[in-house]
């Protein structure tokens, strides 16, 4: 059985910094691509960032660029994410999502709440 | 990056009634499709995939089909469960992209 579980969140203020962790099971974590995923309140799903299974590859949205590093430990079937210079739009839900392969995985999500 | 884009962004409906969603990709994704069934504080349910592949669990009144360039959700006989914000989302290439979403609501 695939699991998929994230962890990190919290309320922080602006400026502030936060690290995501999910932690994976269930299938080979070193053969996919993984994302983080973002829903703000009344909002839609925003693909935030992905690492290729090596790590030698990310990309990110460009409102977070240059202030998010999405990172893995492949030995520890685990995805990060460093959140810096947080803004009160980056407040949201943050899920790990496996969005390639036969058929996609999610954990439950972790929310992130950016406010003085 | 891919857009990929839901019509209608919201319609209203009645229990047993018939739904039909549309999603269009800016270039083909062959079948690279998924849907996802939204509700507030909840993870994003995934319903079906490859788009026409029905995840373990989802009843069989969600039907997708499509290829290439556009895609169709179908709810046959809509149940009260099902007023939801419904999401597709294409895997064909990095990076992963969603559409706006359709809400629907209760007639």
């Known amino acids: 059985e695939v699991q998929v579980a994230e962890s990190g969140g919290g309320l922080v203020q602006p400026g502030g910094s936060l690290r995501l962790s999910c932690a994976v099971s269930?299938?080979?974590?070193?053969?996919?691509?993984m994302s983080w995923v973002r829903q703000a309140p009344g909002k839609g799903l925003e693909w935030v960032a992905n690492?290729?299974?090596?790590?030698?590859?990310?990309n990110y949205v460009d409102s977070v660029k240059g202030r998010f590093i999405i990172s893995r430990d492949n030995a520890k079937n685990s995805l990060y994410l460093q959140m810096n210079s947080l803004r009160v739009d980056d407040t949201a839900v943050y899920y790990c999502?496996?969005?390639?392969?036969?058929?996609?995985?999610w954990g439950q999500g972790t929310l992130v709440t950016v406010s003085s | 990056d891919i857009q990929m884009t839901q019509s209608p962004s919201s319609l209203s409906a009645s229990v047993g009634d018939r739904v039909t969603i549309t999603c269009r990709a800016s270039q083909s994704i062959a079948s690279f499709l998924n849907w996802y069934q939204g509700k507030p504080g909840k993870a994003p349910k995934l319903l079906i995939y490859a788009a026409s592949s029905l995840q373990s669990g989802v009843p069989s009144r969600f039907s997708g089909s499509g290829s290439g360039t556009d895609f169709t959700l179908t709810i046959s006989g809509l149940q009260p469960e099902d007023f939801a914000t419904y999401y597709c989302q294409q895997s064909f290439r990095s990076p992963p992209t969603f559409g706006g979403g359709t809400k629907v609501e209760i007639k």
């Open positions: 690492i290729k299974e090596d790590g030698s590859e990310k």
């Open positions: 269930g299938f080979t974590f070193d053969m996919y691509w």
């Open positions: 999502a496996r969005l390639v392969g036969a058929r996609p995985y």
